[in-house]
């Protein structure tokens, strides 16, 4: 009697607690679904082709686009691109390459270390080193801050991919008489390009998610510039520059960015797998 | 053994091959040039804010730390208040998300079925990848209002004789800081927690299960192998949390005070930062806001170096094992 008590008491226990995990993982998705839920049902309302190709009117004025800012975006995305996708691969080739000495293992904490530190702060630093020498706002100083923050994700995921190419790929490069250099750069890298290119997308679209490191350093353009020495526009600065604002109008508009924010990152996503597909049937 | 034998193959490989071609020199110099300007990047970003603060250093010092007013127009900065808001929106989040957080790691790890762990999985991570100005958007439209009509006056009236729990309800403050922030940490530990979980080895579960325990008694063991792996999941979620800047400035009313009240508006660190930078007219303002940008990045360094050390750790006492 006393024994089946603790073993119905230890059964319950554990269906209890399986039971609970499961409401821990379906309160997890909650939120999920609301903030997916909003962003769709209120952005869609203001979504038309005139935000894609027309510029945002004066206050007051209701409807226009977000034309600049979407240009913008691109453009920031694209210089951080620039600087963050040829050294975070150089840098991941690096690690697994060369790897297994003490600098290899400082590089590689220095690099996770650097994932964790606030984007913000990599604002401020880009605002000392670029907007304080030349004495003004401007894309570029946004770009550099955004290619400072994808170089975390592109090394760790470069050298992951590395790693996974199997060993007897590298040799039977070498056994051929190529040069090492020649064996990385032919064999490894494009084995694991795919992988890579993975990663460099996880940079580029988390990129385009920051909003932080632009508020001082891209600032922010209610006109047409494509000038990478001027302040530039971005979706996420509008985000939230539209949000504060009292103007319903803009809320709205708020809204379509954050819509349009989401599909451009799934856009970005979708052509890489495009291109990293067809690339990989004709090999 | 095997190593010595790997490291002797490596000597010889490398005699043959690299010692004697210029282009192998070449390609390392170049990698490694890259790999050391990561290195030289994370120094200077420290030399940066340090130069940029120094006026603020210099007049303040460690008072900095201490002093409870900020006052842009007196030039006084102290940045006791800001810090405090952080902390405790920080810690609050944490001590929210954490359980919900290790239900769901226990639940991807050990009890899904493979068919829905990973849908599920990738929901839980497509969270983390939400940009965080989208949360602070939902935060103000959705959530504040919610707060404001159904939260706090439910709170005051039931848990109003605590002080957590007094004042008007605006929406905007340390309680919508504090659940934004912990939605947005969750993802974070949840999904390094169950890498972690998976880490310990299948025979550990089969041990317990062999002896009798039920699954829970099992999860139980597991769950004290990754003891270590957690924590540094947890750390990392703080340190997300204590960064986090978007979603925070839009919802916690942004305002300097120590309040115990979870109703009142609060500030932090990023949040001062986002919000006052662009305004800062005096170079003494400039300097403050670059310390206080200096003291998140030397906490977040040390937040993150413990983390990664902690899970790291964790995943080799596994693989040697």
Known sequence: MNSKYFYYK???????????????????????????????????????????????????????GMANAIVGTLILIGIGGAIGIPVGVMTGTYLSEFGNNKFVFLVRFL????????????????????????????????GIALGILMIPTITRTTEEMIKLVPHSL????????????????????????????????????????ETAPLLFTALGNRFWSTNIGQPIASLTVYIYDYAKSPFEDWNQ??????????????????????????????? | MSSVKKKFENNILKKIFSSHNLGDLIFERLTLLFAVSVFLLVLLMGYEMY?????????????????????????????????????????????????LSIGVAIYLAEV????????????????????????????????????????EPYLSDKLGFLPFFRGAPYGFGMLAAVLILSIMVLPIISSI?????????????????????????????????????????????????????????????????????????SYTMASVIANEFTEATSEMYLSALIQLALVLFVITIIINAFAHLLVWSMSRKWKTA
Not at chain 1, 43 to 63: C, H, Q, R, S, W
Not at chain 2, 56 to 67: A, E, Q, R, T
């Open chain 2, 112 to 151: 899904a079925p493979p068919w829905l762990e990973k849908p599920l999985s990738f929901l839980v991570e497509l969270l983390a990848g939400i940009p965080s100005v989208i949360y602070g958007l939902w935060g103000i439209f959705v959530l504040v209002p919610w707060i404001r009509t159904d939260v």
């Open chain 2, 51 to 99: 130069l940029g603060s120094k006026l603020s250093i210099d007049k303040f010092g460690w008072s900095f730390l201490v002093n409870s007013t900020w006052d842009p127009v007196q030039e006084i900065y102290g940045a006791l208040p800001i810090i405090y808001g952080t902390v405790v929106s920080s810690l609050l989040a944490l001590i929210i998300a954490l359980p």
């Open chain 2, 193 to 265: 927690s169950r890498d972690v979980l998976k880490s310990v080895p299948h025979s550990q579960r089969e041990a317990a299960l062999a002896l009798g325990a039920t699954k829970w008694q099992s999860t139980i063991i597991v769950l004290k192998d990754a003891k270590s792996g957690i924590l540094g999941a947890t750390m990392l979620g703080l340190g997300r949390a204590i960064g986090e800047t978007m979603a925070v400035t839009m919802v916690i009313g942004n305002r300097a005070l120590i309040s115990p009240s979870l109703f009142d508006p």
């Open chain 1, 10 to 64: 230890r059964k319950l226990t554990s269906s209890i607690m399986m039971l609970l995990t499961f409401v821990a993982a379906l309160a997890a998705i909650i939120p999920l679904v609301f903030i997916f839920y909003y962003t769709i049902s209120k952005g869609v309302t203001y979504l038309n082709l005139d935000f894609f190709i027309a510029m945002p009117k004066p206050v007051g004025e209701p409807g226009g």
């Open chain 1, 111 to 142: 690099t996770d270390v650097l994932s964790g530190i606030p984007s913000i702060v990599v604002g401020v630093v880009a605002y000392t080193m670029v907007v304080l020498p030349m004495k003004h706002f401007s894309a570029l100083a946004g």
């Open chain 1, 170 to 209: 590298r040799e039977a490069g070498l056994a051929l008489g190529i040069p090492k250099w020649k064996t990385t750069l032919a064999i490894i890298l494009r084995t694991a390009w795919k992988g890579i290119a993975t990663g460099v997308l996880l940079g580029l679209s988390r990129a385009a998610g």
């Open chain 1, 253 to 283: 508009q708020a809204w379509t960015a954050a819509l349009v924010l989401i599909l451009l990152i799934s856009v970005l996503s979708l052509v890489f797998r495009i291109i990293t597909r067809s690339k990989y049937k004709t090999n």
